[in-house]
T-cell receptor, first 117, second 114 residues
Framework: DAGITQSPRHKVTETGTPVTLRCHQTENHRYMYWYRQDPGHGLRLIHYSYGVKDTDKGEVSDGYSVSRSKTEDFLLTLESATSSQTSVYFC????????????????FGPGTRLTVL | ELKVEQNPLFLSMQEGKNYTIYCNYSTTSDRLYWYRQDPGKSLESLFVLLSNGAVKQEGRLMASLDTKARLSTLHITAAVHDLSATYFCAVDVTSNFGNEKLTFGTGTRLTIIP
């Protein structure tokens, strides 16, 4: 357990409203990720961060934005929620291990179940 | 585009039996990860495989990696009910720091029947 929390854990919202999910870590990991999990699709990467203020898009980034103003927090925003964004959202983190023996083992938060009506 | 395919997608097996889950991927990589997810829970890291021929074992689970075949296997020995879960493999193809990310398979839902 990498000391990762997500808030809220459950949220129900209406189409067209903005939603922000928060991921907080206490492990000082460099990398942070947002995934969504849907039946039949496994986990799909939405956005990720490789440092404070450094972010990049994943494979399903449309309709989502992110921000990382400090190491501990990574925010995911749905600017105008749609029913297709109903999903379980997972945050993950990974440490920077340097040049030798580097790998990308990720540690996951508990998830946020989002329902958009 | 990297594709990661697992099979089978669903697996029911009796306690005490052996079985193997396969993970194929479409591009060169020597870093592969296995995760476990219990229903309604988060993902837990099981194995990190970092080179061709790597083999890791934990209890009744053993994972291996063949980078030439682009194939990893997760072998279950003498299955017990506690192993019922969904298992994911994930592949890492990044080589530039600042751009580390994984691509996940769709998962194998394993049910152990008494």
């Amino acid at each position: 357990d990498a000391g990762i929390t997500q808030s809220p854990r459950h949220k129900v919202t209406e189409t067209g409203t903005p939603v922000t999910l928060r991921c907080h870590q206490t492990e000082n990991h460099r990398y942070m990720y947002w995934y969504r999990q849907d039946p039949g699709h496994g986990l799909r990467l939405i956005h990720y961060s490789y440092g404070v203020k450094d972010t990049d898009k994943g494979e399903v980034s449309d309709g989502y934005s992110v921000s990382r103003s400090k190491t501990e927090d990574f925010l995911l925003t749905l600017e105008s929620a749609t029913s297709s964004q109903t999903s379980v959202y997972f945050c993950a983190t990974a440490p920077y291990l340097g040049l030798a023996g580097s790998h990308n083992e990720q540690f996951f938060g508990p998830g946020t179940r989002l329902t958009v009506l | 585009e990297l594709k990661v395919e697992q099979n089978p997608l669903f697996l029911s097996m009796q306690e005490g039996k052996n079985y193997t889950i396969y993970c194929n991927y479409s591009t060169t990589s020597d870093r592969l990860y296995w995760y476990r997810q219990d229903p309604g829970k988060s993902l837990e890291s099981l194995f990190v495989l970092l080179s061709n021929g790597a083999v890791k074992q934990e209890g009744r689970l053993m994972a291996s990696l063949d980078t030439k075949a682009r194939l990893s296997t997760l072998h279950i020995t003498a299955a017990v009910h506690d192993l019922s879960a969904t298992y994911f493999c994930a592949v890492d193809v990044t080589s530039n720091f600042g751009n580390e990310k994984l691509t996940f398979g769709t998962g194998t839902r394993l049910t152990i029947i008494p």
